[in-house]
C-alpha cells in the first residue's frame, strides 16, 4: 500500500482527534465552572430559569427559584454561573450599570404625539366617528346594484 491511499484515513483519524480534543476541554471548562459554585451565587440553568444557590451536594444543587421556594436540581443542569451585577441586573432588574448613549427611546407612543388638552382630545375622537353599519334600502346612496355586490361579497351571490 503507498503513502497516497492511507492519506484520507490519516487526516480523517486527525480532524476526529481534533473535534474530540475540543469537546473534551468545553465539558471540562464547564465541569470546573459548576465546581466553583459557591452558596450565594446566581445561577442560570440549561432551562433559562434563573435562582440563587443555596445547598451544594455531591451531585445535586439546591437553588432558591423564588424567596422561599427552593427545588433540587442536578449538577448538570446549571448552564452558567452568574456574577452578582449581571445576576441582579436580570433577575432584580438593576439598571445600575447601564449606561445609555444618545437618545432614550420612550416604551409607548404617548410622548411622540403632540400633547393637546383631554377637551380636545374627545372632540376630536367624537368628529372622527365612522357609521360602519349597512345602508338602509332607502338610502340614496343604496341601490339594488350595490345589495348584489354586498351578497356575493359574503358568499351568498351565484352558488349552486
Given at each position: 500500500m503507498s503513502l497516497v491511499t492511507l492519506l484520507p484515513f490519516i487526516v480523517l483519524i486527525g480532524a476526529m482527534f481534533l473535534m474530540t480534543r475540543s469537546a473534551k476541554k468545553k465539558q471540562q471548562a464547564a465541569a470546573q465552572m459548576r465546581n466553583d459554585m459557591q452558596p450565594g451565587t446566581g445561577v442560570r440553568t440549561i432551562g433559562g430559569m434563573y435562582a440563587t444557590v443555596k445547598e451544594i451536594q455531591d451531585d445535586t444543587v439546591l437553588l432558591e427559584v423564588a424567596p422561599g421556594v427552593h427545588a433540587?436540581?442536578?449538577k448538570n443542569s446549571i448552564g452558567a454561573v452568574l456574577d452578582d451585577a449581571e445576576y441582579n441586573r436580570i433577575v432584580h432588574g438593576d439598571?445600575?450599570?447601564l449606561k445609555v448613549d444618545g437618545a432614550v427611546v420612550?416604551?409607548?407612543?404617548?410622548?411622540?404625539?403632540?400633547s393637546e388638552t383631554a377637551?380636545?382630545?374627545?372632540e376630536a375622537a367624537d368628529d372622527a366617528k365612522i357609521d360602519l353599519g349597512?345602508?338602509?334600502?332607502?338610502d340614496a346612496d343604496g341601490s339594488k346594484d350595490s345589495e348584489v355586490k354586498d351578497a356575493k361579497a359574503d358568499g351568498e351571490g351565484?352558488?349552486?
Amino acid at each position: 500500500m503507498s503513502l497516497v491511499t492511507l492519506l484520507p484515513f490519516i487526516v480523517l483519524i486527525g480532524a476526529m482527534f481534533l473535534m474530540t480534543r475540543s469537546a473534551k476541554k468545553k465539558q471540562q471548562a464547564a465541569a470546573q465552572m459548576r465546581n466553583d459554585m459557591q452558596p450565594g451565587t446566581g445561577v442560570r440553568t440549561i432551562g433559562g430559569m434563573y435562582a440563587t444557590v443555596k445547598e451544594i451536594q455531591d451531585d445535586t444543587v439546591l437553588l432558591e427559584v423564588a424567596p422561599g421556594v427552593h427545588a433540587i436540581y442536578a449538577k448538570n443542569s446549571i448552564g452558567a454561573v452568574l456574577d452578582d451585577a449581571e445576576y441582579n441586573r436580570i433577575v432584580h432588574g438593576d439598571d445600575e450599570d447601564l449606561k445609555v448613549d444618545g437618545a432614550v427611546v420612550p416604551d409607548d407612543a404617548s410622548s411622540l404625539t403632540a400633547s393637546e388638552t383631554a377637551d380636545a382630545d374627545t372632540e376630536a375622537a367624537d368628529d372622527a366617528k365612522i357609521d360602519l353599519g349597512k345602508k338602509a334600502e332607502g338610502d340614496a346612496d343604496g341601490s339594488k346594484d350595490s345589495e348584489v355586490k354586498d351578497a356575493k361579497a359574503d358568499g351568498e351571490g351565484d352558488a349552486k
